[in-house]
């Protein structure tokens, strides 16, 4: 309680400063430091490029770059001394959140759900303020970070992190993290990827809808802001290069980034993926790369043009079944809370725009044969090759038939359900977002997709395992992990970085599972 209360004080005491909500978007360290960037990352001082991304600097930008021209420093060991000299470079992040305080192996440990209630405050920080030597975002109210390298507030890990905090009684935290998200809304017409600046050119799957859902707020004032803030963000999915026409004319979208350079989280890795791809554009490449990102499945066979290769990536090219399953179940909310303010034109338009989408991906995302909803490659209207979890997406936002999620159900017992629980695709391409892994949000997704259509006996048997996997590898390790190998049980691997623990998503869904129960 105490705590509770001297976050509130600090809540209260904070603002966002009007020069940070007018002076427009922060430039990122990439662009602040141009060559100095590029010179740090490409020679990987550090062995996560995110770490100088998210470092501060010392001195004033032009101080920094005036150093940086006058000294060339030259070879590992002078660039290292130029860094810490002018940067502090955040800590990497330690190994076992909160495992000290729990048993070692082989001594009896805290029930899972336990331990998940200790980790909320592990995880939850304070308002951030503004930083102009950094690359945070202002955050006005509390909340929770992921874990691991991921030191701040993420969009779509943020909603499954929320079911676990409602769950535990936590809507205070709840209820400030959709203020945080609202309030970057409000600066920036629409929620970034993370709260950080090299973030703000893309968004993530766009969940803020499912989190105005999870609210216990009625105060007239805080829904009419919210329902602004939520259609303020439709704009932002429904302009620009977010947009695509198939070949009827009709309209879907797909994931995008307004840059197209190298990420600066991940900058060696991107400037060496187009490198091998010399036929192709870089730029291209990274904005394909990019758009990946916002796709939260960073990276998949479902944006692979051959499969397996990273440097085949086109994800640009593909209007995904996930993101316009989620755009749809926003239409239909932004409809619902216009119709709770008697605003008929807003109900009128929203409901449109739903049904026209829910047709239009029922006759070019639905393949009957297959029994599973497609991602399709928009200019053309062809499907992928790739069966994943999103095809469960439509179920959990309402738009299949119940002969389609019958279909489905049949198709997640054939070749998506593992031991451990769903998996993401059905091949292995060494990206993290492929078998072996499964992940914490797409069993949540299917586990209420399928209850929603009275699939209760997959949905049960799927949430029993995963429940399991995340026990024993808790009981093995006292981790709750981003991810985890679900053919044996055990950790998840791949991608471009370590393994993270902490973890809000894994946290949030587990205690959700458990709690729902079968």
Request: with cysteine; charged share 25%.
């Amino acid at each position: 309680m105490q705590m509770r209360i001297l976050l509130l004080i600090a809540a209260s005491a904070f603002a966002i400063p009007a020069a940070a909500r007018d002076a427009g978007p922060p430039a990122s360290p990439a662009e602040r430091f141009g060559d100095l960037f590029a010179a740090v990352q490409m020679a990987r001082l550090f062995p996560d490029g995110k770490s100088f991304a998210d470092a501060t600097a010392r001195r004033p930008d032009a101080d920094i770059l005036a150093g940086w021209r006058r000294e060339r420093p030259e070879g590992e060991t002078a660039l290292k001394a130029f860094v810490a000299a002018n940067f502090i470079v955040p800590d990497a992040p330690a190994a076992g959140l909160a495992e000290a305080r729990t048993p070692g192996a082989g001594t009896a440990r805290p029930p899972v759900r336990a331990h998940i209630r200790m980790l909320w405050p592990e995880l939850t920080r304070p308002p951030a303020p503004a930083d102009p030597r950094g690359s945070a975002l202002a955050l006005p109210r509390p909340y929770v970070v992921p874990g691991g390298r991921f030191r701040e507030l993420y969009y779509w890990d943020s909603y499954f992190t929320m079911l676990g905090l409602a769950r535990d009684g936590r809507d205070d935290l709840v209820e400030d993290m959709i203020d945080d998200f609202g309030s970057l809304i409000d600066r920036y017409g629409h929620i970034p990827n993370g709260t950080r600046s090299y973030y703000l050119s893309r968004s993530q799957p766009p969940v803020f809808w499912l989190m105005i859902g999870l609210s216990r707020v009625t105060t007239p004032a805080v829904r009419q802001r919210r329902l602004a803030e939520l259609r303020r963000e439709h704009d932002y999915w429904m302009r620009g290069g977010r947009v695509v026409r198939l070949p009827d004319g009709n309209r879907l979208n797909r994931y995008w980034d307004d840059r197209a350079t190298p990420r600066d989280e991940s900058w060696r890795e991107d400037v060496l993926t187009a490198q091998a791809a010399p036929k192709r554009p870089a730029a291209e490449v990274y904005r394909d790369l990019r758009a990946g990102a916002e796709s939260g499945w960073d990276y998949s066979a479902r944006w692979l043009a051959d499969g397996r290769t990273l440097a085949t990536i086109r994800t640009t090219a593909i209007a995904p079944v996930d993101l316009n399953a989620l755009l749809y179940g926003m239409e239909r909310a932004i409809a619902a809370a216009c119709r709770q303010q008697r605003d008929r034109g807003c109900v009128a338009d929203y409901e449109r725009e739903a049904r026209l989408r829910r047709a239009t991906m029922r006759r070019w995302m639905w393949r009957p044969v297959e029994g599973r909803f497609a991602d399709i490659l928009w200019s053309n209207g062809a499907a992928t090759s790739i069966l994943s979890g999103a095809t469960l997406a439509p179920l959990f936002t309402g738009l299949a038939t119940p002969a389609e999620a019958k279909a489905v159900a049949a198709t997640v017992r054939a070749r998506l359900l593992a031991p451990g629980g769903l998996r993401t695709t059905t091949v292995m391409t060494g990206q993290q977002w492929d078998k072996p892994n499964g992940w914490a949000p797409l069993q949540w997704i299917a586990v209420a997709g399928l209850r929603r259509y009275g699939e209760r006996k997959t949905a049960d048997t799927l949430s029993a395992r995963f429940i399991a996997t995340a026990e024993r590898e808790y009981r093995a390790s006292g981790r709750m992990l981003e991810k985890y190998d679900v053919e044996e049980t055990k950790p998840g691997g791949g991608g471009e970085y370590p393994l993270q623990d902490g973890f809000g998503w894994t946290n949030g869904v587990v205690a959700e599972l458990i709690d729902e129960g079968p």
